[in-house]
């Protein structure tokens, strides 16, 4: 047996193919110890720790935590809460076969995935007021309803694609048994289509979680804090230290999103090898 | 029929699918252009022809899964093409298999079969669990129940699909390319399957392409062609000796595909 000998490019003798991707590794790493090292050498550690890293002001404000984590907690789930309702009805509407509640929720969607949360939130808390005069009665009512409009807006099509998504052939199925289009839509599609739209839903409250710290531009009394505003107070009122507030509340948050963000991957794997067929 | 399953219906009547000069349009393309044909009681019909001949849409307008454009359909007496018949009410009766089975995949083999008993006939759990279970044993997957469909080989959820549709009661089967969607090893059981069902004396309408099925299992044979009925017999009539020549012509294709035609 005769091997065919390989051409190989004449001149200068060529990095193998695993040597380039050696070396290409090893500059990656390099690089990254060295942004690593200049930032750590650039930072006032001492100040650090006094400022931001500082216990004694971290143990200050742990009385006033527990408040504050259930508040943005409580509003994460009353926006939910607003935003689920309105975000099936919308998603309804997307799919109606009446073309004005097709456009009207189209027309929603657009204007709400479109404009800053934090506007919608000030307008709750200042123009709505103004406008209908009304007040609402409880602050977590007005953050429920302004946080949960704009996620309503993202949920819709999160569900509208969820229901759209379980094949024809399930309600034709489920129809040539004899059941009602309404006895198919509750045993039948949206079974399906909630196991479809969990994971992204659950990827919704997690935005939420994090969303409800725009709420800091409300005026809010003190019982009604949640995490950000509770450490933008700490920040106010403390002389020396202030600024550990925002890495311990940081930290809270993680806490609450990590294990929903956890809970989504476990909910795709889950979903992902039973679904279809 | 002892108990006429629906009021209306003629009790007396061995004619269980009436089809009446059907026409079926979608957009400006007509693919049935005036169907007419009978299924009398006990009768096996395989449907035979090219595709895009309109058999799946022939066989879909029986149970309104397609709402014909004109001609009438009347189903165990009763007129599907009123608008103000109950259609629910006679899908309860007229049993149907889809070639991508179409379990439902978020319940189990046994729930697919028991869903429709408890809300549509009203059954309890008990009862629909026991007929639900009846149906499985005559499929060969007793033993699968529990099981969810994802977990079973296509064969042996067309299966299932059969024993969901038997389980209501049906006084008639339609199978549309039932074994279509299967792996060449697994059409067997599927096919024996159905040839019991029609042993047994069920009415049923088969959509197909297995012509060893429908010469042994069918009483009668139907060739479409282009939306339109070309001609009709008993298998060995119909498949031995055709008289027409787009029969013929699509027999030599389908009987031997390597067979160089026109």
Partial sequence: MTSPSVALPAGRARMSPRKRAQVSRVVQYAVLVAVVLAVAAGTDWSNMREQVFNLEAAANMADKLPLAALNTIRYTLSAFAVAFSLGLVLALMKLSSVKLYRILATGYVEFFRGVPALLVVLAFAYIVPVAFQVRFSSITVTIALALGIVSAAYLAETLRAGLQAVPKGQ???????????????????????????????????????????????????????????????????????????????????????????????????KTGSKGRV | MTDSPIG???????????????????????????????????????????????????????????????????????????????????????????????????????????LAQRKVLGRSQAEADEIGRKNLEHVGLGDRADSHPSQLSGGQQQRVAIARALSMDPAIMLFDEPTSALDPELVGDVLSVMRDLAESGMTMMVVTHEMAFAREVADRVVFMDDGQLVEQGPPEQLIGNPSHERTRSFLARVLDPTHKHD
């Avoid at chain 1, 939420?208 to 700490?234: H, P």
């Fill in chain 1, 171 to 269: 309600v034709e199925a489920s129809r040539s048994l004899g059941m009602t289009s309404g006895q198919t839509m509750r045993s039948v599609v949206i079974p399906q289509a909630f196991r479809l739209v969990l994971p992204p839903m659950t990827n919704e409250i997690v935005l939420l979680t994090k969303d409800t710290s725009l709420v800091f531009a409300m005026g809010l009394t003190a019982g009604s804090y949640e995490l950000t505003k509770l450490a933008r107070e700490t920040l106010n009122s403390s002389a020396v230290g202030g600024l550990t507030a925002f890495v311990v509340v940081g930290l809270v948050y993680l806490m609450i999103t990590i294990p929903l963000s956890a809970l989504t991957r476990w909910l795709e794997k």
């Fill in chain 2, 8 to 114: 209306t219906a003629d009790p007396g009547s061995a004619v269980v699918v009436s089809i009446d000069g059907l026409r079926k349009s979608f957009g400006p393309r007509e693919v049935l252009k005036g169907i007419d044909l009978e299924v009398a009681q006990g009768e096996v019909v395989c449907v035979i022809g090219p595709s895009g001949s309109g058999k799946s849409t022939l066989l879909r307008c029986v149970n309104l899964l397609e709402q014909p454009t004109a001609g009438s359909i009347s189903v165990l007496g009763v007129e599907v093409t009123d608008p103000d018949v109950d259609i629910d009410r006679v899908r309860t009766h007229v049993g149907m298999v889809f070639q991508q089975f179409n379990l439902f995949p978020h319940k189990t083999v046994l729930e697919n079969c028991t």
